[in-house]
């Protein structure tokens, strides 16, 4: 796994991705308002080193996400939705095949 350049270890332990992105480390978040998952996974505070994604995705294909809460860090493993529609949105959609703490 790729890990993104940030300052400590507790950022390389935390955040980070495949080089193809089908695995994913990092925080997840949850917006109320949308009822959506996001999972951050470059932190915002090495925002200069983001990659063609912004750092972050929203997820989809979640099933029971009951044991996870806002600010938990998780590990995905899935794959990007590269359609041309979600330039729109504030981070492509990613299709989760599995998710853990």
Known sequence: MVT????GPDHEA????APDYSRLRGKLEY?????QWKLRYI???VAASTDQYG?????????DMTQ???????VVEGKVN???DDAKDFAPDY??????K
Do not use: E
């Open 4 to 7: 993104s350049p940030a300052a």
């Open 14 to 17: 935390r955040y980070g991705h």
């Open 31 to 35: 917006s109320a308002t949308r009822k």
């Open 43 to 45: 932190p915002v505070d």
């Open 55 to 63: 750092g972050s995705v929203l997820l989809t294909g979640l099933g």
């Open 68 to 74: 996870f809460h806002d600010g938990d860090f998780a």
């Open 82 to 84: 590269d359609r041309a």
């Open 95 to 100: 299709h989760v095949r599995r998710i853990q």
